[in-house]
């Protein structure tokens, strides 16, 4: 199994221009070297990019998402336009911690809340990837703008795909998943009781287990 750190995280490096190519490339390189074909998982804006790679033809034999965060309806507002702009300008002058704040705020987390974790020990970890913070923005931005998804956009995803919500997450978050495997057309849905956002390992192991385990199936058209 291979977890790994995306661009400019952890241990990897992050060669400018930041670009969805490149990170498609970098699971290209892992599927490579993991044998030449894979289970691909992501969480969140990891799932965007999962589903970005599947579509690209990567050699990825099932594929697996939680929650990336798509806004299909009116249960939450849009992604602001200049959003990505004012997120772009904080990191270009070092404000690490307002680009912190302003994703933080976008993403629902109680103002209260986002004073708190200055004193907190993640908080450091997290200004220290807020350079990486525009990257999610770029890979998500598309499908937040609280219109239904495209029943053409991942049209080359025909791989067995299971779709995952919790069941304790925001409405808004539900609806996209089940928009997402109402447009995918090979796909398994699941809610994970008494999840949010913040997945447990523990809740995903077993399902991931049984799911990357299945014998392969196709659907016939």
Not at 107 to 130: D, H, I, N, Q, Y
Not at 184 to 202: C, E, F, S, Y
């Amino acid at each position: 199994m291979f977890t790994y750190d995306r661009r400019g995280r952890g241990d990897s490096g992050n060669t400018a221009p930041y670009a969805i190519d490149r990170e498609v490339e970098d699971i290209d390189a892992l599927i490579k070297e993991a044998g030449g074909s894979a289970c691909l998982f992501g969480i969140s804006s990891g799932a965007a990019l999962a589903l970005e790679a599947a579509n690209r033809g990567l050699a990825i034999r099932k594929l697996a998402v939680y929650e990336a965060p798509f806004i299909v309806d009116a249960s939450r507002p849009p992604i602001p336009d200049d959003f990505l702009t004012r997120l772009n300008g904080l990191v270009a002058s070092d404000r690490r911690a307002d680009a912190v704040r302003l994703f933080m705020k976008l993403v629902g987390v109680p103002a209260v809340f986002v004073a708190l974790m200055r004193f907190l020990p993640a908080w450091p970890k997290l200004t220290a990837v807020a350079h990486t913070l525009p990257y999610d923005i770029t890979l998500v931005r598309d499908n937040q703008r609280g219109e239904p998804l495209s029943t053409r956009r991942w049209a080359s995803v025909t791989i067995p795909t299971l779709v995952m919500d919790g069941g304790k997450s925001p409405a808004w978050m539900q609806h996209g998943m089940t928009a997402l495997g109402e447009v995918l057309p090979n796909v398994k849905r699941r809610t994970l009781d008494g999840q949010t956002h913040m997945l447990k390992a523990k809740a995903v192991v077993p399902v991931l287990t049984e799911f990357f385990s299945e014998r392969l199936y196709r659907v016939v058209t």
